[in-house]
C-alpha cells in the first residue's frame, strides 16, 4: 500500500488504544510505525536490479519481525519526540508496535505479495482484496485520524477502525464475485483454468482483472462487478518457453537464474512481451485490466556475459486514451 495509508492507519491503531492526553503522541508514533517497515526500498544494488524486488517486503514485513521492528522504532521515536508528547517509554513502544503491526497485513490484502512467513516461508500472501492505492479506503481513515487527534476523541480513531476492517472485507466479497464470472469465461471458451484469480484494478473495487493459466496459455480479461456484471473480453499470451523464446539463453547464466527469481517475484505468471523480443513480464499487471501491456519485465541481452543481470524495466501507457478507456470501464 502507499506510504500515506499505511501511516494513517498505523496511527489509527496507536489511537485507539489511547486516551485523550497521550493522543497527539500515539497519532505521531503510530505514523512513524506503520510507515517504518518499507525502509526495506533501501536496500538496492547498482549491479541487481532484482535484489530490491527479493528484499521489499520481506523480514521487515514478516509477522515474526513486528515486536522487533516496533521495539526499534520505539525506542528512536522516544529517544526523539516521545518524551516531549510525555510518554513514558513502555507507551512509545506499545504506539510504535501497533502502528508496525498494521503495516504486513495491510499490504498482503493487496496483489503484490508480502512474506508474512518469512523466515518459515518464501510464500508471497497476496489477498487481492484492495488496490495498491484507493483514496476510499484512505480518505476516510484520513478525515477521522485528523479528527480524533484535533478533537482529542480516540472514539474517532475506533470508527476509523472499523472502516480499516470494513472496506477490505468488501474487497473480498467482490473478489469472490469476480472469480466467479472468471470461471464462467473460462467455461465458456471450454477452458479448465488450471489456476485463476481476480485482482482490483486501479483505485476502486468495481473493476478487476481476471487473469487464469490453462496448458500453454494466460488470458486476462476484466469484470465490471455492481448489481450485475459486464465482461470486457481481453487478451492472451503464450507461457514463457525458455528453450523455444530464448533459444540463446545459456541456462547457466546469470540471466537464466534471474528469470526463475523473477518467476518466483511474479508467482509464476511470466511470459514473452509480444512487443519485445527479448523482454519477460509479468502478465498479472497492466494499466488497462483486459490487456497484456505488462506495468513491468525484465529485459535480456543476447550478448550478456555469464554473471551479467538482466534488466528491470518499467512500462505506464497513461495516455490520455488510456485513463479515458479505463475511467469508462469503471463508470460504465
Partial sequence: ???????????????????????????????????????DILIRSETDPLLYLEYHRQFTHSLIFIPFGGALVGLLMHALLGRRFGLRLW??????TLGFATHALLDACTTYGTQLLWPFSSMRVAWNTMSIIDPLYTLPLGALVIGAAIKRKPALARIALAWALIYPTIGMVQRERAEAVGWEIASARGHQPIRLEAKPSFANLLVWKIV????????????????????????????LDIPRDLPWLDPASQQARDIERFRWFS????????????????????VIPNEIKALWGIELTPSAGPRQHVRYQTGRD?????????????FD
Wanted: charged content about 20%; cysteine-free; hydrophobic content about 35%.
Fill in 318 to 330: 497513461t495516455s490520455q486514451r488510456n485513463r479515458d478507456k479505463f475511467w469508462q470501464m469503471v
Fill in 212 to 239: 487464469y493459466e490453462t496448458e500453454d496459455h494466460y488470458y486476462v480479461d476484466a469484470v465490471r462487478v455492481a448489481r450485475g456484471h459486464k465482461v470486457y473480453a481481453g487478451q492472451n499470451v503464450e507461457k
Fill in 267 to 286: 508467482n509464476g505468471y511470466i511470459a514473452k512481451d509480444p512487443e519485445h523480443p527479448n523482454r519477460v513480464v509479468d502478465v498479472r499487471y497492466s
Fill in 1 to 39: 500500500m502507499d506510504p500515506v495509508t499505511q501511516g494513517i492507519l498505523g496511527a489509527t491503531l496507536a489511537q485507539s488504544a489511547s486516551n485523550r492526553k497521550l493522543l497527539i503522541g500515539a497519532t505521531v508514533l503510530g505514523i512513524a510505525g506503520g510507515m517504518a517497515p518499507d525502509l
Fill in 91 to 96: 507507551q512509545s513502544l506499545l504506539f510504535s
